[in-house]
């Protein structure tokens, strides 16, 4: 999908270790993971990115892939550091998206004592190309982690829903 | 780097490189380039195929290993996470039905792992009907084209879940 949106030049690899390993080296224009990347995952994966300081890729956008979509493990993801999760399966229009949102949505990035990454507080305008926000949005309440999975329209919310407070 | 100090919190702007090619004139439209990500998702479709049905062997193999001792939390891991990728790149590839029924089986792996009893019987019955949906003609039929085996399924997966609500 991502050699029929123009990139050409793709860096794949297996294991997490593998990607901090690489990221040492060179400088990456975005980071799309899946959350169960070996033998870590995504989650510890971004944190070790975000929290090393004299990391170049410390501020690269980063993607989640995920079909575990449950809110408490979509927010958990937010709050290492993601800039978006995204739920398998998806479609190119799905991840065209989310790409396009991460790249037209400017987001400051906070540095706390226990975080490090794109304000979760920002305030969501919808999504480029008539993808927009859904009316449930302010409603979005963060429930306890075994709820139901979400559909990626909650997950955006819960990306945007951070705004005021509201989780 | 602009700062907003406030105790020991910093806020300051990040331009990545990502941010400004993506903002620079030209590039590809967003129609095309969904078009051009389909047409290649379309070159890998025979490989996919290949891929699937050797995907299924394996998942039957773990399914197989998993039922002699459903409580090895290991087995039941292999035969989740396999079932997992059959859901997550069935639709990607087309092949709704594939996804639509492996995420029934996935809801079976997430109730054994919150202590249901295996159910031999469903499960098999899940898998035929994967294999099935994995085979012409119904690999290009979409769920609801086939409302019959997916109440069906439905049900049984309704089931299931009264029995660990139990």
Known sequence: MLRGFGA?????????????QALTNQKIDIMICDSQLPPHGALALTRAMRRKGDNQNRTTPVLVMTSDSREGTVKLTRDVGANMVIAKPMSPKSLYDRLAWIAFTQRQFIATATYFGPDRRFKIEGYPNGVGRRKSD???????????????DDIDSLFGAARSGQT | MTEESDHETHIFP??????????????VP????????????????PAFNVWLDRQLQEFIAAVRQLESNPDNLS???????????????????GFELVTFISDMLCDNFEALKAGA???????????DALVLASKPPYCTLRPDQLPEMT????????????????
């Open chain 2, 151 to 166: 109440s069906g399924l439905r049900e049984v997966v309704e089931r299931v879940k009264s029995l660990v609500a139990k």
């Open chain 2, 75 to 93: 087995r039941l891991e292999n035969a989740y996470g396999k079932c997992r990728q059959l859901r997550n790149v069935g639709t990607t590839m």
């Open chain 1, 138 to 152: 302010k409603a979005v309440e963060v429930a306890a982690e075994a709820g139901p999975a979400l559909g990626q």
């Open chain 2, 117 to 127: 009893v295996y159910q031999k019987e469903t499960i098999d019955c899940q898998i």
């Open chain 2, 30 to 45: 967003r129609k095309l380039a969904l078009q051009r990500a389909q047409a290649k998702i379309d070159e890998l479709k």
């Open chain 2, 14 to 27: 990040v331009e990545t490189r990502y941010h400004t090619m993506a903002k620079r004139p030209g590039g």
């Open chain 1, 8 to 20: 050409n030049k793709l860096l794949e690899v297996d294991q997490s270790i593998e990607v901090l």
